[in-house]
Every structure is written in C-alpha cells, then in structure tokens.
C-alpha cells in the first residue's frame, strides 16, 4: 500500500502565499507521477498541477503564473507553491501519486485531502 500525507492547508487572505506538501510512503518502487487536484462542494474535482517522471508539469489555465509545483525524488514528496491567492482557490486540495508498487503493479493514490481557505 502507499500512503500520502498532506500538509500546509489553512486559511489566508487574497493575495497572500500558501505552500502544499504531500509525501508519499509505503511500497513505493518508482513514482510516476505526483500532482494536486481540488474540489468545491457540488463540483468535480479538477487538476491543479502535476509533474510527470519528475521533470514534466501541468497547470491549469487559472493557476498558471501563480502556483509552483516542485518533487523532491529523494523524499517522495511534492510541494505546491501557491503565490497571489484568490478567493476562487478556495477549495479541498487532494494530492494525488501514480506509483509503481513493489510488486510492479501500477496504482494511483490519494491524500486526505487538505483545506485551503482564500479571504477576500
């Protein structure tokens, strides 16, 4: 199995800076992919940023420019950099792994999801 544990979560006022972390553990081989999406109550959840074999990145349109992520592969863990905060970022962020476990099995992994809160 493989664990993901979110942290940095809170509340802020627009304009202001929040940092994600999400470490990953467990029956870790290799990790494909780690990445954040968020969710508001009554919609789907949608991608924030990801980075793919720790070098490739997405971002969604209404992030980019103000949000950074970054992977430590030493440490299995990803971080979001979230810069110029808007009260429309307000939602439950969910980091995400895609791992391939030590029996060679793909799988996809969730955090617990961690709440971020933009005051306007």
């Known amino acids: 199995q493989v664990q993901l544990v979110e942290s940095g979560g809170g509340l802020v006022q627009a304009g202001g800076s929040l940092r994600l972390s999400c470490a990953a553990s467990?029956?870790?081989?290799?990790?494909?992919?780690m990445g954040w999406y968020r969710q508001v109550p009554g919609k789907q959840r949608e991608l924030v940023a990801d980075i793919i074999s720790g070098a490739r990145t997405n971002y969604a349109d209404s992030v980019k420019g103000r949000f950074t992520i970054s992977r430590d592969n030493a440490k299995n863990t990803v971080y979001l950099q979230m810069n110029s905060l808007k009260p429309e970022d307000t939602a439950t962020y969910y980091c995400y792994a895609e791992v391939l476990n030590t029996a060679r099995a793909r799988t996809i992994s969730w955090g617990q999801g961690t709440q971020v809160t933009v005051s306007s």
């Open positions: 467990g029956s870790i081989f290799s990790i494909n992919a």
